[in-house]
């Protein structure tokens, strides 16, 4: 049976129980706020316990202003924590952090605060990472909103704080020369990052893009309602701290050597033409198997990550082709950046192509790009200034 | 919908079009509420959590009624808020879940709906990425257009198709069925 099939055999027998279901009397206001079901509640006061647990070392007691939970409660005993679950004791040393991605930047927090293992791609194809003094894990998968996954505003303590961020975008204003704080960072309503994000807690939430050293950089900071000014101070202090450089440059900084396509370039199949018109002053670069297309010049011109292939001609039967595309940082230490699988695409002067999901917006350094289709494997090197 | 996702900037919501008449409030109840129900449950996958989604909406509904109700479609305004509102907790769910299993190991609950067959595909759908299991509920649960998707989820109808093939495709994969996206 047929997917089609079997969502429409699912959709049917899920309305035929709706329709024996009874019309509750409509309630006329909204909840107080705060409330959640039995279940909810009792799952937020074990989430309010640990993050405080992982905050201060020990364990504090829940909000008194949650309703009572209906349900058996799960609020765990000191004891039943595992010990990995809680974080050794606060230090007044700060930890630097320099980004170990692509992106180039560095800062100072407190040893009370963590930083999300997962890197997050938001729809734009950067790279955000985030900062935060809550303890449950982040969900990387699925959806973003603001750069971070939804659960991050609804895991939110009433007292705790995210910072998330991210090089690249939009232009901004300069950095205040007194630092960011509460007058100087633009405030999102609540009603619309509740709205937006589907978001059910109360969440302050600061939104905007800055020029740090010359570099845009997009800013997300989110406080619990019930933030204390301290820690205010001390999130505005981490923000205020970030440098867009790392200290130490990489041994590999201005060694560059981008890629450039020999002439005559690559002659693809006859399906093709014979140069490229995706790009102006540009060659075909790589093989019948797996082309791109690359500038004369070897500048670095920003593009979504383009493939051809003889062994791509059909779009209906291969709608999300199976290209992979890893990008590495060759003038610093860094992870790197694997999209995997892409899209067909098309244009009537260069036929069928792949896009991959990779950034299109790569940010300043040497980048090494390897694509991997069917066998074959193309590399080359772009320098982006 | 303007979006920060897209340039980092901070948007506004923008309205939608308003025709002149209100309608009945406890009409509109009656004849909405067991199919948005069901698209909470099938998103949120707690039948609890489910109705308290829907009453919610509703509710915001109600109070802003004048506004919802001379809307062309207040079904779809309604819509969007549970279609939203259930995904995020499904999210939180599974954040609850994997902090209770992480903290005690029998803790965590099962969601259990009530035909077998229809638990197995709503449970891969509320695994695909947001938009996709939005796109397949509304599509199949409601019987909607793509024009009527893409209003309720303020896209494109080229960006339904693309979240309903790629989940189409997905579900199959899972499912071990056949597609024909």
Known sequence: MNIDKRLQDAAAATNAELQHEPIPTPRRSSRPSGFASAFGVAALVVGMVATAVLITGEETSPATSLPPATQPTVTPSPSSIPPSTIAPPPTTTPTEYV??????????????????????????????????????????????????????????????????????????????????????????????????????????????????????????????????????????????????????????????????????????????????????????????????????????????????????????????????????????????????????????????????????????????????????????????? | MVSILATGEVGRVEELPVVRVVGDYDAFYRDEYRSVLGLAIVLSGDRSAAEDITQEAFAAAYRDWNRIGALDQPGSWVRRVVSNKSVSRWRHLRSEAKALVRLKPDAARSIAPPDADAQAIWDEVRKLPKRQAQVIALTYLHDLTRAEVAAILECGEETVKTHLDRARQTLANRLGSGSDA
């Open chain 1, 99 to 385: 980004a170990p991605y692509y992106q180039s930047w560095s800062l100072e927090y407190p040893s009370t605060w963590y930083r999300a293992d997962s890197r997050f791609f938001p729809n734009h194809g950067g790279e955000s990472t985030v900062f935060a003094t809550f303890a449950l894990d982040f969900d990387t998968e699925g959806d973003y909103c603001a750069h971070v996954p939804p659960n991050t505003f609804d895991d939110l303590g009433q007292t705790d704080a995210v910072i998330s961020i991210q090089l690249g975008g939009t232009p901004g204003p300069e950095r205040p020369s007194e630092g960011f704080n509460d007058t100087t960072f633009p405030v999102l309503p609540v009603e619309w990052i509740q709205f937006q994000c589907a978001v059910q807690s109360e969440v302050e939430a600061h939104v905007g893009s800055w020029m740090i050293d010359g570099h845009p950089v997009r800013l997300l900071v989110l406080f619990g309602d019930q933030v204390t000014d301290e820690r205010r101070t001390e999130t505005w202090q981490i923000v205020s701290s970030l440098r867009t450089e790392p200290v130490t440059p990489h041994p590999g900084r201005g060694t560059c050597i981008a890629t450039r396509p020999p002439t005559p370039g690559l002659t693809p199949p006859e399906r093709w033409p014979a140069t490229p018109s995706i790009a102006p002053e540009s060659l075909w670069y790589g093989t019948a198997d797996l082309w791109t297309v690359l500038p004369v010049n070897g500048r670095y011109e920003e593009r979504k990550s383009v493939w051809w292939s003889q062994n791509f001609t059909d779009a209906g039967i291969e709608s999300f082709p199976d290209i992979d595309v890893t990008l590495r940082r060759t003038d610093r230490d860094a992870s790197p950046i694997v999209g995997d699988g892409g899209t067909n695409a098309s244009t009537a002067k260069d036929g069928l192509f792949m896009i991959a999901n990779a950034p299109a917006q790569l940010t300043r350094g040497c980048w090494s790009i390897t694509g991997t289709y069917k066998g074959a494997t193309l590399n080359y090197v772009v320098d982006v200034p």
